[in-house]
């Protein structure tokens, strides 16, 4: 990502907010029940933003938090190990970097407990 995009002096800079959801048929997005939407906040959201339906699901060593690797650093994951205890590899490709570059608030998460706490 180059950051002149984001850091454009004479423009606002957008907010900027990446939802990658686990066990989601995308299709269940413009799905209606007696014609009100199932999901009308998704729905809505995918209307107004961009939206990807489509994702390749990885489930190597590390499980479900694969995704979450392979979607912040564009990298699959690994085979053999989980890639999230990987303590020194640099994620030189992190989405997450280049957003803090140009002074962007980054936050990853992985909902194991069905709460989010940030301290």
Known sequence: M???ILS???KPRPDIFCIQIESLD???????HDSVFVM????NLSDACVFFPYALSY???????DCEISVINSMEPLADFPSMK???FRYTNSMV???SKVNYQAIAF?????TLTIG
């Open 110 to 114: 992985h909902g194991n407990r069905g």
């Open 86 to 88: 990987l303590q020194h």
């Open 97 to 99: 970097k280049q957003f």
């Open 2 to 4: 180059d950051p002149d």
């Open 8 to 10: 454009g002096s004479d």
């Open 40 to 43: 009308p906040f998704l729905h």
């Open 59 to 65: 489930h190597e060593a590390g499980l479900t938090t």
């Open 26 to 32: 995308a299709n269940i997005i413009d799905q209606k």
